[in-house]
């Protein structure tokens, strides 16, 4: 029996919702299929909040994982699977997250090479090789973490591997590394981010180099803007402003579709071999996301052309852009994540749709609860979620008799002329105030992104000037 924990911070008002999900039934990442363990009134990933709200769930935890559950009256084990996102799977295991000296959960690659850590360098590696050499954490790591002092956590020499853990404090849980799922939609908002931040740095390093630093920071400005306005005016898609003004949710997908219209946004804005290697890596990307985020069994061949496609593309924007800094979660889309859909079968099957899902549901229902704190408002949410235990009509009408599906390409035909379908509608008129709206969500996401991207051309440039002198 796979159970499948996941933490997030999220929502308005901020709140962390603790979800567990049993993956051996039918649309397990349904909110009306997964158990909402615990929420908080919490806006931020810290390890005394997950900790305070997992500590009456422990024993029950423990029992589980030592006992098992009883199926059709045979006893079966029970594998725990942590489904969070990269910072809350920090807090969760007392992780120092993407500051730590290794900050891989899976295993001991430094970040980058260092001076200082550069015992640990020659030993583990770091993010920035895109070699599979790896050292993988051992499967007690966390839970032998657990029984030691925080006092005892800091010996040895300074720079020396029994120095670093990277473990703060003393873990709630203890996971096997290779039981910590690759977050799958978190993975693909976070490429994305960083494809389009790249396309802003490609153009900046470009015109740094012909017209001077000051040039090549106000065209990153100009091409953020265009492609803002591109990914709203041809893509259909705006920034979201309570996420800082990024692209989210099933707008990846989109962007990714359609990538071809921000590759030709850069021809004859920064050099043509960037182009083309930027243009063959979102190819690469659009193949292995499929397969990443694909809630299905995958197929040995698929799996194998999954591995090799994450060590292209990855490879391919290490060695084309000296600037760019492999970030963790490229890290273990490369080198963890092939690991775990073979072993698993399947990524997208251990995604967090259901734990996403759970916002929404939260929201709908705490409103029904208006008390005087947050905090009133979630215990009241939960205790009347305990008390309805019985399955509704709502629950039950999914398991009722359906329609056979059409047999393939029967709609096809019907589509070209059905006005219920989005392409043969036509266009709705646009509000004014929305329109307002979107361009100012585009001018936060056009302001935020140059500056990151300025930041990174800089120290490029800089060191690399600093190297010819």
Request: hydrophobic share 40%; glycine share 8%; net charge positive.
């Amino acid at each position: 029996m796979q159970i499948t924990l996941g933490l997030d911070t999220g929502g308005d008002p901020g709140t962390v919702k603790i979800v567990a999900t049993v993956l051996n039934q039918p649309h397990h990442n349904s909110p009306s299929n997964t158990i909402l363990v615990g929420a908080g009134p919490y806006d931020d990933d810290k390890y005394e909040y997950f900790s305070a709200m997992l500590e009456t769930h422990l024993p029950q935890i423990d029992a589980l994982l030592r006992d098992g559950v009883m199926v059709h009256g045979a006893r079966r084990p029970v594998r725990l699977i942590s489904g969070s996102d990269y910072p809350e799977q920090c807090c969760l295991l007392s992780y120092q997250g993407a500051a730590a000296t290794q900050p891989c959960l899976m295993c001991r690659r430094t970040r980058w090479p260092s001076v200082r850590q550069v015992a640990l360098d020659v030993l583990f590696g770091t993010l920035q090789d895109v070699s599979v050499d790896q050292h993988l954490r051992e499967s007690t790591h966390f839970a032998d973490r657990m029984a030691l002092e925080d006092a005892s956590r800091t010996s040895g020499e300074s720079g020396a591997p029994d120095h670093h853990c990277s473990v703060a404090r003393s873990p709630p849980l203890g996971i096997d590394p290779r039981q910590i799922a690759p977050i799958p939609l978190h993975t693909t908002r976070v490429t994305h981010h960083r494809l389009l931040r790249l396309a802003v740095e490609i153009v900046m390093m470009h015109r740094s180099a012909t017209d001077g630093v000051a040039a090549g920071r106000q065209a990153g400005s100009d091409v953020a803007l265009e492609l803002a306005a591109l990914l709203h005016e041809k893509v259909g898609m705006s920034p979201t402003s309570y996420h800082g003004g990024l692209f989210i949710g099933r707008d990846c997908h989109t962007t990714g579709d359609r990538s071809a219209l921000v590759c030709t946004a850069l021809v004859g804005k920064a050099r043509q071999s960037h182009v083309a290697a930027y243009s063959e890596a979102w190819r690469i990307w659009n193949r292995v996301r499929k397969t990443l985020n694909r809630a299905a069994i995958i197929p040995a061949e698929e799996v194998s052309a999954f591995r090799a496609g994450t060590a292209a593309m990855v490879t391919l924007l290490k060695g084309s852009f000296g600037w760019l800094s492999i970030s963790p979660e490229l890290h273990i889309l490369m080198i963890h994540a092939p690991e775990f859909l073979e072993r698993w079968g399947s990524i997208g099957l251990y995604g967090e749709q259901g734990l996403e899902a759970w916002h929404g549901r939260y929201n709908q229902g705490a409103v029904k609860f208006p008390d005087a704190t947050e905090l009133e408002r979630a215990a009241a949410l939960m205790r009347s979620m305990a008390l309805a235990r019985e399955a509704g009509a709502d629950v039950l009408g999914r398991y009722a008799h359906k329609r056979k599906p059409a047999a393939a390409g029967a709609r096809i035909s019907r589509k070209i002329c059905d006005k219920r379908w989005r392409e043969n509608k036509p266009p709705m008129p646009v509000c004014g105030a929305e329109a307002v709206k979107a361009a100012k969500k585009q001018k936060k996401w056009a302001a935020g992104v140059p500056k990151r991207a300025a930041t990174t051309v800089s120290a490029h440039l800089a060191c690399t000037s600093g190297h010819h002198a």
